[in-house]
């Protein structure tokens, strides 16, 4: 299990360098890195309402596959402001592979140390 753990981990870490390499040949700003390493995290405002809109709030922001659309779309638009909704895109993408690859998961209802990985902070999953 830990081998497969490991696996996944270098996998998510691949992602996110892909991530970082398509902001760096883009030329993008360094504060726009903020935005990747915290950024989405602001959903975890969520939790104040209640563990379900927590989680749904969370999720939303930090599914890979939310990303993708938001990427297509900006790709779509092919404009100026597509570039901008691409690259928020990138952005989301990166810091869910991210936080995939230090453990961090897709919430569950039960609260925000409950993922699809463990329960975080747990050395057991």
Not at 49 to 75: L, M, T
Not at 95 to 102: E, G, K, Q, Y
């Amino acid at each position: 299990i830990n081998f497969m753990k490991t696996l996944l981990q270098l996998e998510e870490a691949a992602m996110f360098g892909i991530c970082i390499f398509f902001l760096v040949s883009l030329h993008i700003p360094w504060w726009a890195y903020l935005l990747v390493l915290a950024g989405p995290d602001i959903s975890a405002a969520g939790y104040f309402f209640g563990n379900r809109i927590g989680a749904e709030c969370y999720n939303f922001f930090h599914h890979k596959g939310i990303a993708i659309v938001i990427f297509g779309i900006g790709v779509l638009l092919n404009s100026p402001l597509g570039d901008m909704v691409s690259l928020a895109g990138i952005m989301l993408f990166g810091h869910a592979s991210m936080d995939r690859m230090l453990g961090m998961g897709l919430k569950l209802n039960d609260g925000f140390k409950y993922t699809h990985l463990g329960i975080i902070g747990n050395r057991n999953n």
